[in-house]
């Protein structure tokens, strides 16, 4: 796709003068159809505000009827002008595509376009069937409550299919975008509109959306990468309400990102809606455990000293503090060790070398049949991770110095083949504490803890 034609804007389609004449005479477009368009084509917009009033439904019949039917790109891109600058002037305007005489051509048009001709094309067709099926969706729940279930329910159907195939249009955009620059931005700011419907984050999360928006949580250093940052963070927010989009999350990087962001960040509405998804993720399966983990609690705090002038931010960094604190009085010491090593990411946390811990710790191990112990050592033979490898060799070498039978465990777990492969890594800190392992492992623990020495 040319450049120029990447960077078309609404005002410089809308200079071109359009033969609507010409279409007549092949009967692509009606005889009304034609007086209508003349009569809105070109004209000052309190005018075009005027005719909307007057007759909007029958305007949108005719640029809905032009874009089913004509195919000339500089007519298409034309009318797509006409209209988003329609919804720009009133967004309101939107809830004419819904009118009964519309019927179907309310969406598809505008989805046949989104994988079609410029990216011009591509982008307003994208933002204007955003804006009408927000404007379907709000009409839907007035009628719902007004009791006229039936046909709404038919509309409904209509809609999840149209938020389908939308939904996967924005997915594709996050994957290979079809502009260099722009593709995910707008990508981007129409799930922040769209995500606030359960069935839009259904589809999403289908789609195997959530992990197309977590790269995307990353300090930003301009005006344009704060407003994606801020949006991909709203997406994350409205995902956050919805049970099946918090299991992705737990299994990404997201937390640690947002955490990495709201400490660095000074950009209120930044701060605010990553705040407010932490606040909702806290009570959350391990989301609670894993933020004591990764400092949170001190990163609220700075937060908290910070002169924000939004209530709901303060109010919420409360909420956030105060459930941190009631987090860590509920975690044990062993709940906290298990979380680190069921997520396969281990550092060197005070406890791993604190004598106390795993004197008063050591019988834990042999829960769930040594399920930790098997985790630790499962981890020795997958984890690419130097540090995570390092720590995995300390631990299982406390155990057998803190366990009256830890030599023998270890042995009938079969932990000394991937022990021994790691005394050859590259990385010295792994082979030291493999040395260590072995050690305690073949000569016993004082001995091994001597030549340590």
Known sequence: MPMDQAELTTEQILKRDIPWETYTSTKLISGTGLQLIKRYDKKPQDSKAQLLDEDGPAYIRVFTTILQEIFKEDTVEYVLALIDEMLAENPARARLFHDKSVGSAAYEPFLRLLWKGSWFIQEKSCNILTLIISARLKAQDAALMNGEASDSKKKLNTAEEVLRGLVDWLCAQLKQPSHPSC??????????????????????????????????????????????????????????????????????????????????????????????????????????????????????????????????????????????????????????????????QLDWSPMHKDSIFWRDNVTNFEENDFQILRVLITILGTSSDARSLAVACYDLSQFIQYHPAGRVIVTDLKAKEQVMKLMNHDNGEVTKNALLCIQRLFLGAKYASFLQA
């Not at 940052?229 to 709203?234: I, R, S």
């Not at 931010?313 to 298990?338: H, R, T, V, W």
Request: aromatic share 6%; hydrophobic share 45%; charged share 20%.
């Open 183 to 344: 593709s995910i931005p707008t990508a981007i700011s129409c799930l922040s509109k769209l995500l606030k419907e359960p069935y839009v984050r259904s589809s999403f999360v289908q789609a195997d959306g959530v992990k197309l928006l977590v790269p995307l949580i990353s300090p930003a250093s301009t005006q344009q990468s704060m407003q994606l940052l801020y949006e991909t963070c709203l997406c994350i927010w409205l995902l956050s309400f919805y049970e099946p989009a918090i299991d992705y999350l737990a299994t990404s990087r997201s937390l640690q990102r947002l955490i990495e962001v709201v400490r660095g960040s000074t950009k209120e509405k930044v701060v605010r809606v990553i705040v407010l998804t932490l606040k909702n993720l806290l009570s959350k399966g391990t989301f609670g455990a894993q933020m004591v983990d990764l400092g949170l609690l001190q990163v609220v705090q700075n937060l908290k000293a910070q002169a924000w002038s939004d209530e709901d931010l303060l109010e919420a960094l409360n909420q956030l503090d105060e459930g941190l604190k009631e987090k860590i009085k509920k975690l044990s010491s062993f709940d906290k060790y298990k979380q680190e090593v069921l997520l396969g």
